[in-house]
């Protein structure tokens, strides 16, 4: 069973940047879809970004601002959020395929 363990989270004041790393114990080459999720306090899971071989997909609060990558030579992905925000305030989980799923970094935004 491969395992994904997200870092790159911490606060930071608004317009600042981070960049999210996703990193699985195994091979992601079989996971067609990889993604980030996030849920803020009193908030439902909602999605911020996913990658397949066809391209990516963004959440609409997050296009033009946020990135997604992966790297399957180094079982990762990535997530670079720039121009941060208040509303980006949450905790952020990496996915495979919607299977499996990190255990999430914290990430928060506030002047």
């Known amino acids: 069973q491969v395992q994904l363990v997200e870092s790159g989270g911490g606060s930071v004041q608004p317009g600042e940047s981070l960049r999210l790393s996703c990193a699985a114990s195994g091979s992601t080459n079989s996971f067609y879809t990889m993604g980030w999720y996030r849920r803020a306090a009193g908030k439902q899971r909602e999605l911020v970004a996913i990658?397949?071989?066809?391209?990516?997909t963004y959440a609409d609060s997050v296009k033009g601002r946020f990135t997604i990558s992966r790297d399957n030579a180094k079982n990762a992905v990535y997530l670079q959020m720039n121009s941060l925000k208040p509303e980006d305030t949450a905790v952020y989980y990496c996915t495979a395929n919607y299977v499996v799923w990190g255990q999430g970094t914290q990430v928060t935004v506030s002047s």
């Open positions: 990658i397949t071989n066809a391209g990516t």
